[in-house]
């Protein structure tokens, strides 16, 4: 009897540590492109140039970053960067928070059609409404301005008023009557009672923004024509197609585009893999 | 790049959670329009009035301003003039637009069905309840929050003929290796690779949810009736996961018929016009010709062709999910 359990253990151990293997070999996969390029940020250009990229750097040598963050001028594209990602994040936040409110807590005449007519707007892609939003921002005299790159997306996300529809309607209504009972405004229902019992869908919604703001491409592209209002993405790929091959300084411009997201990922990464489960909507 | 989220399907119901996903059905509809009614819909006004500003502002109103863009002859100098249909015949004579669908099509065709069946074995490696599987699921889902810009110019660099990683690593088993993204055959598999390192691991997070709401008690059964682990992925897990995969396949071609960012590091469309999407085509004609009616034209085209998509994957899978149960 003892045998065959013994036997089938040793089997399972194996088949276990090849899993294990297995999981880490695609690991390093996903891994190595960073390694490298953190290797290749501290390194001299001589050094990328004549040794393979697995080598690491001999010592830290952060003329690349000086380099770029002085005339690279990529201490300005960040501070644009966090400028416009973090009005952004605010705005869509607090306006989505309050329409959810809206759509899951307010009865008024015509709701429901409406919230369909937010619902039907998830179905427009984001690369068909650039060539107008152009021409309204242009109209508007508003290209080449901060505003311009976070506007579109301030005033609240309907994927997001979505999610959060869903949050706050699971909020007992009791709650809620008890506290207009007492005389609470909705305003103060909002930010005393819902608020604080929503954090998970408000955490989501504010990373769902930042990682959007920090990381368009496209629409700050198209709206922004002068240095001193490009972001990291802008200043990045005109550094690496400017740059040829001075990997040294187009990689540690990568790195710097990076590292607040890999500081956020690190500092939030549980709630972050919740986070993108929760927004599958089926 | 950010992936536009498929359009919820309100209906359907969901196994295993028994809110109904929106619960816009069988609900009281807002008050009585009347004197109540109008303090109601004055009072909820502060709330919804910010986001109704920008749905209407940013994405009703260009929706119908792209039309009227594409009828026009516009090069952002002299006043526009109306060209009527004339664009859209033109950018099938002169902008090749043709030609530009067959490639987005064929970034597509390399990019999804791999990135499906990558993340579905990612989430089958995962599935289990032992120690360090969440480290694994960080790491693989990294890329995915990572700025594509900035992963395109690393790819550029790894993939760099005579400096990056890749051929230096195929030169120490002495293979010469490609030319990459400056070879026409071999550039848009190298972006299909970058595009599904990107994404596999989020896509895989919801394989991953999807197998852990089945319940074991089926595997159980399956089990006892002798099905051994191959029968019983393809007779329990993949028809239970058929709502995931409509997900997982209509989020990901939505996004894949978009892709930009990566290919504007990668290759600018090149070498040639071999790589030259549609979302890239609407661009050029738009920003680098300044041609505003004609890629508005292109960009109908694309909505177009997204939504068919939609709607088509969406009934697909409609007509294949057999295997509802109930909790």
Redesign the interface.
């Known amino acids: 009897m003892s045998a065959p359990t013994v036997l089938s253990t040793g089997g399972r151990t194996i088949r276990?540590t090849v899993?294990?293997l297995?999981?880490t070999a695609?690991?390093l996969?996903?891994?190595?492109?960073?390694i490298?390029?953190v290797f290749?940020a501290f390194k001299p250009i001589s050094q990328?140039?004549t040794e393979?990229?697995?080598i690491p750097p001999k010592s830290l040598f952060f003329a690349n970053f000086r380099y770029d963050f002085v005339s690279g001028e990529f201490l300005r594209y960040l501070a644009n960067t966090a400028l416009v990602t973090i009005a952004l994040t605010l705005g869509q936040v607090v306006?989505?928070v309050?329409?959810a409110?809206?759509?899951a807590r307010?009865?008024?005449?015509?709701?429901?059609k409406?919230?369909?007519?937010?619902?039907?707007?998830?179905?427009?892609?984001?690369?068909?409404?650039?060539?107008?939003?152009?021409?309204?921002m242009?109209v508007a005299h508003l290209l080449n301005t901060y505003w311009a790159i976070f506007?579109?997306?301030?005033?609240?996300?309907?994927?997001t008023?979505?999610l959060m529809r869903?949050f706050f309607?699971?909020i007992p209504q009791e709650v809620i009557d008890a506290a207009r009972v007492d005389g609470c405004s909705?305003w103060r229902i909002?930010a005393r009672i819902i608020v604080p019992l929503s954090k998970p869908v408000i955490v989501t919604a504010t990373l769902i923004a930042f990682?959007?703001g920090?990381?368009?491409?496209?629409w700050p592209?198209?709206v922004t024509n002068s240095q001193s209002h490009y972001v990291?993405?802008i200043g990045?790929?005109n550094f690496?197609s400017n740059m040829n091959?001075q990997?040294n300084y187009?990689?540690a411009?990568?790195v710097i585009?990076?590292f607040p997201?890999a500081v956020i990922?690190a500092v939030f990464?549980?709630h972050?893999?919740r986070s993108?489960?929760l927004?599958?909507?089926? | 790049?950010?992936r536009?989220?498929?359009?919820?399907?309100?209906t359907?119901r969901?196994p295993l959670k028994r809110?109904n996903?929106?619960?816009?059905v069988g609900?009281?509809?807002?008050?009585?329009?009347g004197q109540s009614?109008l303090r109601?819909?004055l009072?909820?006004l502060?709330?919804?009035s910010?986001?109704?500003?920008?749905?209407v502002?940013?994405?009703?109103?260009?929706?119908?301003?792209?039309f009227v863009?594409s009828f026009l002859n516009w090069n952002?100098l002299s006043p526009a003039t109306v060209a009527g249909f004339m664009n859209y015949l033109n950018i099938f004579r002169f902008d090749g637009a043709a030609h530009s669908l067959g490639v987005t099509f064929y970034y597509v065709l390399l990019n999804i069905p791999l990135q499906t069946v990558l993340a579905l074995g990612?989430a089958l490696?995962?599935n289990s309840k032992?120690r360090?599987m969440?480290i694994?699921?960080?790491?693989?889902?990294?890329?995915?929050?990572?700025?594509?810009?900035?992963?395109a110019?690393?790819?550029?660099?790894?993939f760099?003929p005579k400096?990056?990683?890749v051929n230096?690593l195929l030169a120490h088993v002495g293979i010469t290796g490609p030319q990459w993204l400056s070879s026409p055959s071999w550039a848009m598999p190298v972006v299909a690779f970058v595009n599904i390192?990107q994404y596999v691991?989020?896509n895989m997070?919801?394989f991953?949810?999807g197998l852990q709401a089945i319940p074991r008690t089926l595997y159980e059964a399956a089990e006892i009736d002798g099905a051994g682990p191959v029968r019983q992925f393809f007779r329990i897990s993949l028809p239970l996961l058929n709502?995931?995969m409509?997900?997982v396949l209509v989020t990901g071609v939505?996004g894949s018929?978009?892709v930009?960012?990566t290919l504007?590091?990668l290759t600018q469309g090149g070498p040639g016009n071999s790589t030259e999407v549609l979302?890239l085509r609407?661009?050029q004609v738009?920003?680098t010709d300044f041609r505003?009616g004609e890629?508005?034209a292109m960009?109908?085209l694309?909505?177009g062709v997204?939504?068919l998509f939609?709607i088509g994957q969406f009934m697909f899978f409609r007509n294949r999910i057999t295997y509802e149960y109930s909790a």
């Open positions: 276990i899993l294990y297995i999981l695609i690991a996969v996903f891994m190595v492109p960073y490298f390029t290749a990328i140039f393979p990229a697995w306006f989505s309050m329409g409110y809206a759509f307010l009865n008024f005449p015509g709701r429901d409406l919230f369909w007519v937010y619902l039907m707007t998830l179905m427009v892609p984001n690369a068909v409404t650039i060539i107008p939003l152009y021409a309204m242009r506007l579109p997306y301030v005033l609240g996300a309907p994927y008023i979505f869903q309607r699971n909705e909002l990682v959007f920090w990381n368009n491409f496209l592209l198209i990291l993405t990045l790929a690496q091959s990997w187009s990689l411009a990568s585009t990076l997201l990922f990464q549980r972050i893999i993108i489960s927004t599958q909507i089926r | 790049m950010t536009v989220v498929s359009p919820p399907t309100e359907r969901r809110r996903s929106s619960g816009l609900e009281t509809s807002g008050g009585h329009v009614g109601a819909f009072g909820a502060p709330f919804i910010p986001s109704l500003v920008g749905v502002l940013f994405l009703v109103i260009p929706v119908i301003v792209l863009i952002l990612l490696l995962l032992r360090g969440g694994f699921r960080v790491l693989y889902v990294a890329p995915y929050l990572s700025t594509p810009v900035a992963t110019v690393i790819w550029y660099w790894v760099d400096l990056g990683a230096a390192w691991g989020y997070l919801f991953l949810a709502s995931t409509l997900f939505i018929f978009q930009f960012d504007y590091v979302n609407v661009y738009a920003f505003l890629a508005a960009s109908v694309l909505f997204i939504l939609s």
